[in-house]
């Protein structure tokens, strides 16, 4: 699948950017657009900050009418993973990333890696999107820190910003 990579030795350069998956009708049902950031695009202050373990998920309802178009489906709510990655559907706390971890529920997997979430992870709904910010997480069992967001945007759009990476193994 062209949308989905695992990483190894630190063969990604996604520190400062961001991907945006655009819905497309095509057979992998999004294209994607990279370009560079220096910031969250959803500024976090003000968001809900979510009280995760380590190997943890939780739900975030959203709120009104809102709901996330992902592959054809409509999601009401959505599952933030401790590891880096958020579900649809049901709850996961799979620990190890793999290809078929990925695809074994509708998942986004954002920086999908053994992590802990001793940083800061919050939520925040817009009128148009919601954003999960990833801000000082620690890879489980080191001093690496990442920062990155996602936004999930109500009409269907997808975008993943990167401010630091230093994870040298994860599925994205």
């Known amino acids: ?24 009708g095509s057979l992998s ?3 994607v657009c990279l370009s560079s950031a220096e910031g969250y695009p959803t500024d976090p202050s003000g968001g809900e900050v979510l009280s995760l373990n380590d190997d943890d998920s939780r739900e975030v309802i959203l709120r009104g009418a809102a709901e996330v178009p992902f ?3 409509d999601y009401k709510t959505v599952f933030v993973g401790s590891n880096g990655n958020l579900t649809f559907g049901s709850p996961d706390t799979a620990v ?24 800061n992870v919050s939520w925040k709904q817009t009128v148009d999107r919601v954003a999960i910010t990833y801000d000082g997480i620690r890879e489980f069992e080191t001093d690496v820190r990442n ?22 193994n994860c599925l994205i």
């Open 147 to 168: 920062d990155f967001q996602v936004e999930l945007f109500f009409e269907g759009l997808i975008r993943l910003t990167y401010l630091e990476t230093n994870t040298k």
């Open 1 to 24: 699948d062209q949308l989905t990579e695992w990483f190894s030795n630190g063969d990604h350069d996604l520190a400062g950017a961001s991907l945006l998956f655009t819905p497309d």
């Open 96 to 119: 190890f990333e793999s290809l078929s971890e990925h695809f074994r529920v509708p998942r986004v997997s954002a920086l999908f890696h053994d992590l802990v979430p001793e940083g």
């Open 71 to 73: 592959f054809g489906q």
């Open 29 to 31: 049902s999004y294209t």
